[in-house]
């Protein structure tokens, strides 16, 4: 009795001191955005919003394409020749853009036209949108993330809109029962229904990952937060892969998710785990789910997060890109990018890597060949690196050694797609779009705008719609490095006065 008391005791002492340093961060935050000059971001927000509700009428412009951006939504209209983009975000290294711009891209025309529809969402990043055909088509768009241009403060959302794509007309529906807010979630539609997993919600202070998963009737318009059993279920994370197979099952795979080993220190976990999510037998509510671990066959990835995945008409999931972050220590990562693709056979879950088949020159052949019969197996995991004249592109392994892994090299002579993370990747017509994505080299941060196709029923190679400018992601220098060396100095005052306010409640604890 008097150890399960004394427990009990650590419990709320650790939790006292967890909100009391939350406060202190809190306060120290507010100091420094006051020394800045920036509103408070729920401000910020109810601003945008309101400037939305003042537009009345509906525009459509041809406009240039979007300018570089990353962790936006990418589309493709439910019944025309047409791919749909919005929202984003794009970092120069001294200030942060976040967008609400709806662009739709026509195929045959090559033309890009700007749709300015009244009472539309904020300007957010890494929410969720799908496409419906229901209607003349209908947009779905969920939760996401505004941030404010100094990176210092983040506003998360779950509210939930619906484009009428015929009408030109937003609705944001207001429901008693949402999924809380988040960013980094995924979301697909199937069978009339919305379905949300996952995501993070992060102040800047605190932050959670999640696992749970949502469903929204497109009939009903109400919100369900199921009851997903399982021996095994898929720990919390966000950036992951979700799709739906024609039997009715949802398949969730990798993503990233992060947690505190010590003060100030975090330390990231990039999944490669796949479950499935089914529905059980003889549920008439349509609210009993399973989870369950699923070991594809095939050439695996590595563990991967950022990806972008798109499934064809066919039940094929096509995967590009993703970073897997490695620790070269408790406070440093090394982001390892790639720009892979593979396939899922989401009916009978088998990985594929997809090989291009157009012409290479003989220097890349002859390169391929000695990879193919020069390494064994052992040797093919390691890490391997390649230069677009650009970047230096590092691409990694494994989690396993037993794994093949291939350079990103495979691809060149291609006109492929230099490695990336979070890009906007849609199908349509058996022709496979990636736009866009973000590529790190460092403490450096390059936001892309080039714009690819590839017909999936040749595999031959990727074409080029638009270059990649390499002016429009340059990166500017920060200038925050003498108020950085204030907000140090703040920081050590303020970490003294932690460290006694910890020591008063450690104190008053039953160690015995």
């Known amino acids: 009795m008097g150890k399960k008391d004394k427990n009990k005791k650590k419990g709320k002492g650790a939790e006292k001191t967890a909100m009391k340093t939350d406060k202190k961060l809190a306060a120290k935050q507010k100091k420094l955005l006051e020394k800045i000059g920036e509103d408070d971001i729920v401000n910020i927000v109810a601003t945008l919003e309101a400037n939305e509700q003042r537009r009345t009428t509906v525009s459509e412009t041809v406009v240039s394409p979007p300018t570089p951006r990353s962790n936006f939504s990418f589309c493709a209209h439910p019944e025309k020749e047409e791919l749909i983009l919005f929202g984003g975000e794009h970092y120069d290294g001294q200030k942060l853009s976040v967008y609400n711009e709806l662009y739709f891209y026509n195929i045959p025309k090559n033309e890009w036209k700007l749709v300015m529809a009244p009472a539309g969402p904020g300007p957010r990043s890494a929410h969720q949108m799908v496409s419906v055909a229901s209607d003349g088509g209908q947009l779905w768009l969920f939760g996401g993330e505004h941030s404010t241009p100094s990176q210092m403060q983040f506003y998360h959302y779950r509210d939930l809109w619906v484009f009428r794509i015929a009408s030109r007309k937003w609705e944001k529906v207001v429901t008693q029962n949402s999924p809380s807010p988040r960013s980094g979630h995924r979301m697909i539609a199937h069978k009339k229904k919305l379905f949300v997993f996952g ?10 990952y999640y696992n749970d998963v949502w469903i929204f009737s497109m009939e009903s318009y109400q ?39 010590k003060k100030e220190v975090e330390r990231g976990v990039t999944h490669s785990d796949m479950y499935a999510l089914a529905p059980e037998k003889n549920d008439a ?35 590009f890109g993703g970073v897997l972050d490695v620790n070269e220590d408790e406070e440093n990562l090394d982001g390892q990018f790639s ?29 391929d060949k000695k990879e193919e019969e020069g390494m064994d197996t052992d040797a093919k995991a390691t890490t391997q690196v390649s230069s677009d004249g650009v970047f230096t592109i590092t691409v990694g392994g494994s989690s396993s050694s037993s794994q093949k892994v291939k350079s990103a090299s495979k691809l060149e002579g291609h006109n492929a797609p230099s490695p990336r993370m979070k890009p906007g990747m849609a199908i349509c017509k058996g022709t496979l779009y990636l736009y866009g994505g973000e590529y790190e080299n460092g403490s450096k941060q390059y936001t892309l705008n080039d714009f690819y196709s590839l017909d999936l029923h040749k595999l031959d190679e990727w074409k ?39 020591s008063d409640d450690t104190s008053g604890m039953d160690t015995d």
């Open 223 to 261: 919100w369900q937060c199921i009851n997903a059993k399982g021996s095994i279920v898929p720990a919390p994370r966000s950036a992951g892969c979700m799709a739906a197979t024609q039997d009715g099952k949802i398949l969730v795979w990798g993503g990233y998710s992060k947690t505190s080993v």
């Open 339 to 367: 720009n892979e693709m593979h396939l899922l056979d989401l009916s009978n879950p088998t990985w594929r890597l997809i090989e291009l088949k157009g012409k290479k020159d003989k220097s890349t052949k002859s390169k």
């Open 464 to 502: 080029t719609i638009i270059k990649q400018d390499l002016a429009a992601c340059e990166w500017m220098e920060s200038e925050s490095e003498e108020s950085g060396s204030e907000s140090d100095s703040d920081d050590d005052d303020d970490d003294d006065d932690e460290s006694d306010d910890e």
């Open 199 to 208: 995501g993070f919600y992060d102040t800047g202070i605190s932050y959670k």
């Open 285 to 319: 509510s349509g609210l009993l789910w399973k989870w369950s671990s699923v070991k594809p066959g095939g050439y695996r990835p590595a563990p991967r997060s950022g990806v972008s995945v798109a499934v064809a008409a066919n039940g094929k999931g096509y995967i």
